[in-house]
């Protein structure tokens, strides 16, 4: 079955220090893989995106992420982050079928 | 460009009572989809369509109805109200399911209480 995890429902960092969002998933194949961004209130905004070729790829926001065929992960990384970054993230990933599949997401709260 | 565009932002609605939420997209995106979302439980798909003329449930359809007759409008109808449907709903569009234009783009949600 496909499917995506998130297993971080929470994560609490300082303003200046180094992020790392988990996201794993489960797939036959190589999948497209997709992280999002939800502020309070709002639609949910592409980061990046993973395709084929460089397994790590540059978003927008100063995020990047990097896609581990023998993890199956696809963790959402950012050098220092900025008390604006607090928001929900999302990860996701299509494959055969008609449906995205998006994980539960990890709220990210930043602390001055 | 106004890329996804969901209305009302946000409605309060009886018990049994119906209303359709409205999706409008204009960049000619062949997949649209409606999502609900909780708290805790993420994105779950509720329908979705791969061109005019063309529905399928997702997730958790039961309660709601669809129909594409455009490529542009996608509305969702909750024929009768009940409080477990209060929720955000998000409308997404794609220009493919497949392949790499499958990029999804979402409407900014309506917020929906049942009393």
């Known amino acids: 079955a496909q499917s995506v995890t998130q297993p971080d429902i929470h994560i609490t960092v300082s303003e200046g220090a180094s992020l790392e969002l988990r996201c794993n998933y489960s797939?036959?194949?190589?999948?497209?893989l997709f992280w999002y961004v939800q502020s309070p209130g709002q639609g949910l905004q592409l980061l990046l995106k993973?395709?084929?070729?460089?397994?790590l790829v540059q978003g927008i926001k100063g995020f990047e992420a990097e896609f581990k065929r023998s993890q199956s992960s696809f963790n959402l990384r950012k050098p220092s982050v900025h008390w604006s970054d607090a928001a929900e993230y999302f990860c996701a990933m299509t494959g055969t079928g008609n449906q995205f599949y998006f994980g539960t997401g990890t709220s990210l709260t930043v602390i001055p | 460009n106004a890329g996804v565009t969901q209305t009302p932002k946000f409605q309060v609605l009886k018990t049994g009572q119906s209303m359709t939420l409205q999706c409008a997209q204009d960049m000619n995106h062949e997949y649209m989809s409606w999502y609900r979302q909780d708290p805790g439980m993420g994105l779950r798909l509720i329908h979705y369509?791969?061109?005019?003329?063309?529905?399928d449930q997702g997730e958790v359809p039961n309660g709601y109805n669809v129909s594409r007759s455009t490529t542009e409008d996608f509305p969702l109808r909750l024929l009768s109200a009940a409080p477990s449907q209060t929720s955000v709903y998000f409308c997404?569009?794609?220009?493919?399911?497949?392949?790499?234009?499958?990029?999804?783009?979402f409407g900014e949600g309506s917020w929906l209480t049942v009393v």
């Open positions: 797939y036959g194949a190589t999948p497209y």
């Open positions: 997404a569009s794609s220009y493919s399911i497949l392949g790499s234009g499958n990029t999804i783009y």
């Open positions: 369509s791969v061109g005019a003329g063309i529905t």
């Open positions: 993973y395709f084929s070729g460089d397994t």
